[in-house]
């Protein structure tokens, strides 16, 4: 009897954002299991299945009920947004494994688009170059920590891609954060942000660094920060990547 667990990236929000890798490991699951906001974006798609859901930060219930699903032989899907490896589910889905005694359970990670990459494309192109992720939650990192990596990106001129910049307890954290990044970088620096990726009331906008300290965001918002070399090009944000191009006669 195959005891099996996927660990599903299911992208920024939309069907249409999906893998096909994606939807096909779901169609052939008994059971799917997540957050119940990510639940309710895939639960009209999949028809017929047993959905399990618990509220944020019960992230380690969530792995427990996936294993014991999947001990029992029935094939089960744990999903995340964007991708289950990138601030996802699936280190923790291994860590669980091991503590709980369950080795005999497969796990099979399959990767979706994560908001870095799905925000970008609405911007345009700010992640052509060398970039660095960081999420402004303090939840599982020291705020110290987050200050040193933010420092350390901005020293080396990154561009910088910032994943759960504010919340109704961090109000300020975005601000903090763009302030520690104009110790090294320009108040002009070119930036954006998305909302909503790919879900209903999704925008996007251009700004500055120094703008970018005054602007409201929330846990759906994700903002890119540009380096020394990114411009606006019509409507988009750029970061040339350092091609040549000779305008020919």
């Not at 017929?48 to 032989?73: N, S, W």
């Not at 925000?119 to 960081?134: M, S």
Request: with cysteine.
């Amino acid at each position: 009897m195959e005891k099996k667990v996927y660990v599903i990236g299911i992208g920024p929000g939309a069907y249409e954002e999906m893998t096909i890798r994606a939807v096909r490991a779901m169609e052939a699951c008994e059971v799917i299991i997540g957050y119940t906001v990510y639940v309710d974006l895939v639960k009209e798609h999949f028809p017929g299945k047993t959905f399990l859901t618990t509220p944020m930060t019960q992230e380690v219930r969530r792995c427990e009920m996936a294993l014991e699903e999947a001990g029992k032989g029935r094939k089960t899907a744990m999903i995340c947004s964007g991708d289950a490896g990138v601030y996802g589910m699936a280190g923790l889905m291994h860590e669980i494994r091991q503590e709980t005694g369950y080795e005999e359970v497969e796990i099979e990670v399959i990767p979706g688009i994560t908001a870095a990459t799905a925000g970008a494309a609405l911007l345009g192109a700010p992640l052509i170059h060398d970039f660095a992720v960081i999420s402004l939650s303090d939840l599982l990192t020291p705020w110290e920590k987050i200050e040193e990596r933010l420092r350390d990106a901005a020293r080396g001129d990154f561009a910088i891609c910032l994943y759960n910049p504010s919340s109704r307890k961090r109000k300020d954290y975005l601000r903090k954060a763009c302030e520690i990044l104009m110790e090294w970088k320009s108040p002009d620096t070119v930036c954006g942000y998305v909302r909503q990726i790919a879900r209903d009331g999704e925008e996007k906008h251009l700004t500055t660094l120094k703008e970018l300290t005054e602007t409201e965001t929330d846990m759906f918002t994700t903002v890119f920060i540009g380096n020394s070399q990114t411009r606006v090009i019509g409507e988009a944000m750029v970061t040339p990547r350092g091609y040549r191009y000779e305008k020919k006669d």
